[in-house]
């Protein structure tokens, strides 16, 4: 199946900085979503993007829906050790089609 | 706030054994779904339900079915459970014109 290209897989931070990660797609998709899984734990939704273009914040958390469609990134200002996790991109073509999945980029902060 | 939940946090089996993973939403979503997650390979769809009695393959529905009875409710069925099968197993509801939720999943082990 379709997967999503996301990077870095893996990152290692001190306490404080920014991070930076994204996802790009062969094909466009017409929303992006953006999850963050802690160990032993399900996804959880952090930040939905509907328009190409569009920037959106959620705390600390930016992200936005490439003006192609086909590309997100994800930002995290002054990272704390509560940041540590999987960080999932996924692309959805219409409200009734599965959502599509980056690998994940597994985030570590050292305090 | 939606609820998805999942029968089972941790679950050990026996090769060769029938196992029932049942999945509920309290949102009276339409859309489910089954994924299993594994190291390195991300989140990979087994099943989708669109509808009561609805069902749809995902990208490796081999050795996996699915029964969706009431809205509610998606329940996955290893007929005959293999080590291969051990893994992470995720569900997520999704309303047509919502996001897609998840449950906490279910770590199954099979000996």
């Known amino acids: 199946g379709q997967q999503l290209n996301q990077s870095p897989q893996s990152m290692f931070i001190q306490e404080g900085e920014d991070v930076s990660m994204n996802c790009t797609s062969s094909s466009i998709f017409n929303t992006w979503l953006w999850y963050k899984q802690d160990p032993g734990e399900g996804p959880v939704l952090l930040i939905a993007?509907?328009?190409?273009?569009e920037l959106t914040s959620n705390g600390r958390l930016t992200a936005q829906f490439g003006i192609t469609r086909k590309d997100s990134f994800l930002n995290i200002s002054a990272s704390i050790p509560s940041d540590v996790g999987i960080y999932f991109c996924?692309?959805?073509?219409?409200?009734?089609?599965?959502?599509?999945f980056g690998k994940g980029t597994r985030l570590s902060v050292i305090a | 706030d939606v609820k998805v939940t999942q029968s089972s946090r941790y679950l050990v089996k026996r090769t060769g054994e029938k196992v029932f993973l049942e999945c509920v939403q309290d949102?009276?979503?339409?859309?489910m779904f089954w994924y299993r997650q594994d190291p390195g390979l991300g989140l990979r769809l087994i099943y989708f339900?669109?509808?009561?009695?609805?069902?749809e393959k995902g990208d490796i529905p081999e050795g996996y079915s699915v029964s969706r009875e009431k809205k509610e409710r998606f329940s996955l069925i290893l007929e005959s459970a293999s080590t291969n099968q051990t893994s992470m197993y995720l569900c997520?509801?999704?309303?047509?014109?919502?996001?897609?939720?998840f449950g906490p999943g279910t770590r199954l082990t099979v000996l």
């Open positions: 996924a692309g959805q073509l219409s409200g009734n089609t599965p959502l599509v």
């Open positions: 949102m009276d979503h339409e859309n």
């Open positions: 997520a509801s999704m309303a047509f014109t919502d996001t897609q939720y």
């Open positions: 993007l509907y328009k190409a273009g």
């Open positions: 339900s669109y509808d009561v009695k609805m069902k």
